[in-house]
């Protein structure tokens, strides 16, 4: 009897325990079931709702620190480079405007099969002349020269598109041909095109084709370059302008009229008054000119410009904030024009002027004018008035232009990138110095100057920058006697002759008279100041300097090759 209430104790103490453990065991299992799938939610939830940041970081605090930092942050902008639209990741899309397809073989082929078409429909020669005396009597008209030269020049220079060509004309000398043409380097993300003119000489082969046995370098071929279009020699007040002898015809930077009364009271315009950004550096001019310009186009509206910008000391020789300087030195003006609705804020202030004169108090222009940021954009999207005046009257930093992109307004204004290029005439100095470098060149960029006396900062970059640590290191980067352009904020120009001895160095200094006082750039900037000469300034070299190191086929950076240093400072890697 004991055994058996025994057997029937243990029996139901086994039934009671075995179903906690399973219990416990399921438990534990959907314990971690829901988490997996709680992390997968989260996960996906973050994949859905992220978007990809703006070509600079999108309009975060953290940018906004970085374009707009005080004078004592430990935190420094790198301003010995500077990126604008062309320089970003994705390229914009081709021209409307630009039809004209690259010269390729294909299109060499086609160009060949189309003579010889005309070779065999054409009466017969009883011409006897050799091939020697066809070279006698070169005809740089004849299609079959240009068809050696763009065959040749498709082989010497893989880096660039060609388009465009001309009739090649007469050289100095006989068996000499001068032609001309556009390029576009293939790094180059923008759709502008450049000129050069070479000059060619040429020989026949066995089989009496034309073939290049030589090349002139950039520019070289002068016959070939356009006339100048005729300007007006006389500026206002009696002021002789400069003459233009090798001008760049294809720039179009006027300033447009609105037109009509009629075409200014149709218009709608967001007009900015000048803030606390005026006189800042050139990378929070831009943070805040693009906050406007993209609100401008949120609000489907015309944006009223001041061509006048105040360039930052960092980039005057004399230390200062200097101000009057031209907005379309440093951008393509041009481009801007071409992708947004823009007004010259003179242009404007006239037309309004004269549209309140002429109507009295009857038909005044309807004006909202706006005090403070926190206005957003999306609360002015139904607004009606002709004019958005946005008036920054405040106390810095609440008289900064990109304070009305922060906040909530971040989610709805893209800066547009895109409408912000260097200006063409820097470019054209871009593209004299790669093309002398016939486009076959290395590229270093040395950043010294404050940062290398910045002990505190950057305690390895002045002994990693110095002339032998320079040499070592190239040395198993660079092919030796390449052509190898340094791009440096260093001030002096004799710092870099210990590389000498290896490679074929180029300094921006060494193109001076690329902006001397016979210069085209010279001529044309002065054009824009009514006749008073433009200042090659700091922010243009490092515009130049940025654009030359970036068409480099090896191009070698300081703070990731040369040095263990971090680029903004000690603990920023």
């Not at 480079?81 to 397809?101: F, H, M, R, W, Y």
């Amino acid at each position: 009897m004991k055994d058996s209430n025994s057997n029937s104790n243990s029996s139901s103490t086994s039934s009671r325990t075995e179903p906690i453990g399973q219990n416990l065991i399921k438990l534990i299992s959907n314990l971690c079931f829901s988490f997996f799938v709680f992390s997968v939610l989260i996960f996906t939830v973050i994949a859905i709702t992220y978007q990809p940041p703006d070509p600079w970081l999108q309009s975060s605090p953290a940018l906004t620190n970085l374009f707009t930092q005080p004078q004592n942050a430990t935190f420094h902008i790198d301003t010995s480079v500077i990126k604008t639209g062309e320089d970003l990741t994705l390229s914009p899309q081709p021209s409307p405007a630009d039809s004209t397809p690259a010269v390729t073989e294909a299109v060499i082929e086609k160009s060949e099969e189309n003579i010889a078409n005309s070779s065999a429909t054409a009466p017969s020669s009883s011409s006897s002349s050799s091939c020697d005396e066809l070279l006698g009597t070169l005809n740089c008209s004849d299609p079959r020269v240009l068809i050696a030269i763009q065959r040749f020049n498709l082989r010497a220079f893989k880096s660039i598109s060609f388009f465009e060509y001309q009739t090649p004309v007469n050289g100095a000398v006989s068996g000499d041909c001068d032609v001309s043409w556009r390029f576009r380097n293939k790094r180059e993300k923008s759709w502008r095109k450049y000129r050069d003119f070479r000059r060619f000489r040429l020989t026949v082969t066995d089989d009496c084709r034309y073939k290049v046995i030589h090349a002139g370098g950039f520019h070289s071929g002068v016959n070939a370059r356009r006339n100048p279009v005729p300007r007006p020699r006389t500026g206002g007040k009696g002021k002789t302008l400069p003459r233009v002898t090798n001008r760049d015809d294809e720039i179009n930077d006027t300033i447009p009229s609105l037109g009509s009364e009629t075409n200014f009271r149709n218009g709608k315009y967001l007009y900015y008054s000048r803030g606390g950004d005026y006189c800042k550096g050139m990378n929070h001019f831009m943070w805040s000119f693009l906050c406007g310009l993209g609100e401008a186009m949120f609000l489907n509206r015309t944006f009223v410009m001041d061509l006048s910008v105040c360039l930052g000391a960092m980039y005057n020789p004399s230390n200062k904030d200097e101000e009057g300087k031209d907005f379309r030195y440093y951008f393509d003006f041009e481009h801007l024009k071409e992708v947004a609705s823009i007004v010259e804020e003179g242009e404007f202030l006239r037309d309004w002027k004269r549209w309140d004169k002429t109507h009295l108090k009857k038909k005044k222009v309807p004006v909202r004018k706006v005090v403070t940021h926190k206005v957003t954009p999306m609360q002015l999207q139904k607004d009606k008035s002709t004019v958005i005046w946005r008036q920054f009257d405040s106390p810095e930093p609440e008289n900064y232009w990109y304070r009305v992109c922060e906040g909530q307004a971040a989610k709805y204004i893209q800066r547009p990138w895109h409408a912000l290029w260097k200006s063409k005439r820097l470019m054209n100095i871009v593209s004299e110095i790669s093309g002398r470098m016939d486009w076959d060149f290395d590229a270093v960029h040395v950043v010294r100057g404050e940062k290398a006396q910045n002990k505190e900062l950057w305690p390895n970059l002045d002994s990693d920058t110095s002339p032998d640590a320079l040499l070592d290191k190239l040395k198993g980067l660079v092919q030796p006697w390449r052509n190898l352009y340094i791009a440096t904020n260093e001030p002096y120009y004799n710092y870099f002759d210990k590389l000498r001895a290896n490679f074929k160095v180029h300094l921006l200094d060494d193109y001076k008279e690329l902006w001397g006082n016979s210069s085209e750039w010279y001529n044309e900037t002065s054009l824009l100041n009514n006749g008073k000469p433009v200042e090659f300034d700091g922010y243009m070299r490092v515009a130049v300097d940025t654009e030359v190191f970036y068409r480099g086929k090896t191009r070698v950076e300081t703070f990731y090759n040369l040095t263990k240093d971090c680029k903004d400072g000690i603990n920023t890697c």
